[in-house]
């Protein structure tokens, strides 16, 4: 029986205990009136705790043990882990599970700050390197095989390799010739694939595969950024071909997760992945890439924007308008349109779709775009653009963690070693992190003085 069969099944027939156990509200015993106003009963009736038959996360041997098998079927994987408390724990229980304080680790500077979490536990040193740059729109590129190999071949005590894909922006980088060099020098690929949560069932039409089925050893999902779960909810899988062992796994996961998962969490991720697995949820995803492949040729009649066309996730729209800056871009669809994207850099736009977007979304998108690119528009920009470039480390993460500091004015932090982690978010990306050296173009970032719109003249 499934845990969302089982609780479907207490419910029905009645089957509630007496539970003198947390949570002490007993399945809606008692609810605050303004939580069950917005949250509703159910969410309460759902939410247990690892009593008599509901099993235990830490080390789940019943229904839980049950449903992630049942997952690791559907992923292919050796091994599957659900993660009710998001990909974030994922990605650090995957580096505390392969990562002791003395190995280095060779990590991409677009990582996800989650990585710098697990830095700081895992007590690894990182060897950094920076993914080449599209500058047009402002975005890192794939990582190359080439890169992976001149850094693994000029460091032999890498022991593993942490990579994004896709990207925040959506970017993919080619799983298949990585893997082939993390493996030739013996070095374990975790491959945060958070932003890919769909790729399992739409790898037919958009050419990537799944990461644990293109030789990393580890991925990890978020399902709540584009598969529809409530936030936060994640997966962790196991290549079948790795050596990492589900007990690492599960030993680092429960070092990290809150020893009362949720189950409201849990029976989402049950329903998420069966229906993502379904015929329906099939057509549902194949259905959000042809509303964004017909978005997508529509814009084409637009001669002012242009949509990201790469190795990309096309789900993760990706748009620029020649004539006017993106900033002011975005500040015209919030003002005019109430159209609020993802992010915009300094030169695009992303607009985060995922399975259920409606068309009427895409149309209002699209519609706003029409009107914008007919409009006469002066905006009003300060700032510079910001020069991405490696920090300079004195520190590893974990030494500067546990380094006395001292406050001192920003403006006189040039040259000094940083003490927290500047992360813009999103996209959530660090630019400094602690123990990294802090320089001119930092401060200049940090004291606002990036493109910034301040005005917008409609003529
Ligand atoms: C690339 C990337 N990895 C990991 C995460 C963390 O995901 P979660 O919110 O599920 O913890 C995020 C969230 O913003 C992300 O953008």
Excluded at 23 to 41: K, T, V, W, Y
Excluded at 167 to 196: F, M, N, R
Excluded at 426 to 443: A, H, Q, Y
Aim: hydrophobic share 40%.
């Amino acid at each position: 029986m499934s845990l969302i069969q089982k609780v479907t099944y207490n419910k029905k027939f009645n089957k509630k205990t007496c539970n003198f156990t947390t949570p002490s509200h007993s399945q809606g015993d008692f609810i605050c009136p303004e939580a069950e106003n917005l949250l509703g009963r159910k969410f309460f009736e759902c939410d247990m705790s690892e009593t008599e038959g509901f099993d235990n996360l830490r080390a789940p041997d019943g229904i839980l043990k049950e449903l992630q098998y049942n997952i690791s079927k559907i992923y292919t994987s050796k091994c599957s882990f659900m993660l009710p408390n998001g990909a974030t724990t994922g990605i650090i229980a995957a580096m505390l599970a392969v990562l002791n304080s003395f190995d280095e680790v060779l990590v991409a500077r677009n990582c996800h700050v989650s990585v710098y979490n697990g830095l700081v536990l895992t007590g690894a040193t990182p060897v950094w390197f920076m993914p080449e740059r599209d500058e047009k729109w402002d975005i890192f590129k794939s990582v190359t095989a080439e890169e992976i190999e001149r850094k693994l071949k000029s460091n032999p005590l890498i022991k593993a390799v942490i990579i994004t894909s896709p990207t925040y922006e959506g970017v993919y980088s080619s799983i298949p010739q990585i893997s082939e060099v993390t493996k030739k020098y013996g070095a374990v690929l975790i491959v945060d694939e958070s932003h890919g949560a769909l790729s399992n069932f739409a790898r037919d039409y958009t050419g990537y595969a799944p990461a644990i089925v293109s030789g990393a050893d580890i991925s990890v999902h978020s399902l709540h950024k584009t598969a529809g779960a409530p936030a936060p909810c994640g997966l962790l899988h196991i290549a079948k071909s790795s050596k990492i062992t589900p007990e690492a796994v599960q030993a680092a996961l429960n070092l990290v997760t809150t020893t009362s998962p949720s189950y409201p969490m849990m029976i989402a991720i049950e329903a998420v992945v069966n229906f993502l697995f379904s015929d329906k949820g099939k057509n549902e995803v194949r259905k959000l890439y042809d509303l964004v492949e017909d978005f997508i040729a529509k814009t084409h009649y637009l001669d002012d924007v242009e949509v990201y066309s790469g190795f990309n996730d096309k789900a993760k729209l990706l748009l620029r308008m020649k004539s006017l800056p993106a900033q002011a871009v975005a500040k015209i669809l919030n003002d005019d349109f109430k159209i609020e994207e993802e992010f915009s850099n300094d030169n695009a736009l992303l607009f985060l779709t995922g399975i259920g977007t409606q068309k009427r979304k895409f149309e209002k998108l699209l519609s706003a775009l029409k009107e914008i690119s007919v409009m006469e528009v002066e905006a009003d920009i300060v700032g510079d653009k910001y020069n991405i470039e490696l920090p300079r480390m004195i520190y590893t993460p974990r030494e500067a963690y546990f380094h006395p500091y001292e406050y001192i004015d920003t403006e006189k932090a040039e040259g000094r070693i940083c003490a927290e982690v500047v992360l813009p978010y999103p996209p959530g990306i660090p630019m400094i992190l602690p123990g990294e050296v802090i320089t001119k173009d930092n401060i200049k970032f940090i004291m606002t003085d990036k493109v910034k719109v301040t005005g917008i003249n409609r003529k």
